[in-house]
């Protein structure tokens, strides 16, 4: 018997392993994904690591300027950088994180929140890496009902019939 | 063939797409939905909804800010 190769699935589909869980980086696979299951498609989340954050039941994702030579927030009329040092400050990540909220919802961009409860009604598949669940004791209860528990031969099972499939 | 009206205007990507989708789902087939926006990725990414999901964009245009869209609902 022949094996179906991703070129006999009717329906599109996509995965992402997501493996962040700060508020920049949450909001590529949840955008993504409700996207793609509006377009049609087949869609499974693979969340692992720091990405578990994104599956808590309560979802609040923190934000720092650590770490990122990019990152510059509109300000007077102008582009202001955030010098890792800044991080060090008590406050700033905090504020930082909350002027990048207000810039979210002032520019019409969706909550996580949002995207989130559009993913699990579009019937987007969750799925928890049970290793990293465990590694930092993370409990069932602590995860939104929807999600599924599974491991790495899970995840091959999904990405071997899925035609786009992406880690963030 | 009655008009349906989205409002999604001040909406960012991809909340107007997400509404659309969940919109055409509750009108019966051959109505058409009528959208407002004012996202200028809108443009492109409506005309990518429909050649994606099998609905037809009748209509793709501008009234002053706003991006008028008229999607018939051809898909199943």
Known sequence: ?168 | MAEHVLDAKGLNCPLPILKAKKMLKSIPKDDVLVIYATDPGSVADFAAFCSQTGNELLESGQEGDTFVFKIKHTAD
């Not at chain 1, 400050?89 to 996580?112: C, F, N, Q, Y």
Request: net charge negative; with cysteine.
């Open chain 1, 1 to 168: 018997m022949a094996e179906d190769t991703v070129a006999d699935i009717k329906r599109k589909s996509l995965s992402i392993i997501v493996t962040k869980g700060s508020l920049d980086w949450a909001y590529p696979p949840f955008i993504l994904a409700t996207t793609a299951a509006a377009l049609d498609y087949d869609v499974t989340l693979f969340f692992t690591f720091y990405g578990l954050a994104l599956v808590k039941k309560k979802l609040d994702p923190k934000f720092t300027v650590l770490g990122n030579g990019a990152m510059e927030m509109p300000m007077f009329g102008t582009h202001i950088a955030m010098p890792n040092i800044m991080a060090m400050i008590p406050g700033v990540d905090a504020v930082a994180g909350s002027m990048m909220k207000k810039m979210i919802k002032d520019k019409g961009v969706a909550s996580l929140d949002e995207l989130r409860e559009a993913a699990i009604l579009s019937d987007v598949r969750m799925i928890a890496c049970q290793m990293t669940v465990d590694l930092f004791e993370y409990k069932r209860e602590d995860l939104i009902d929807e999600i599924e528990l599974g491991g790495a031969a899970t995840y091959f099972e999904v990405a071997s019939n899925t035609h786009i499939n992406m880690f963030i």
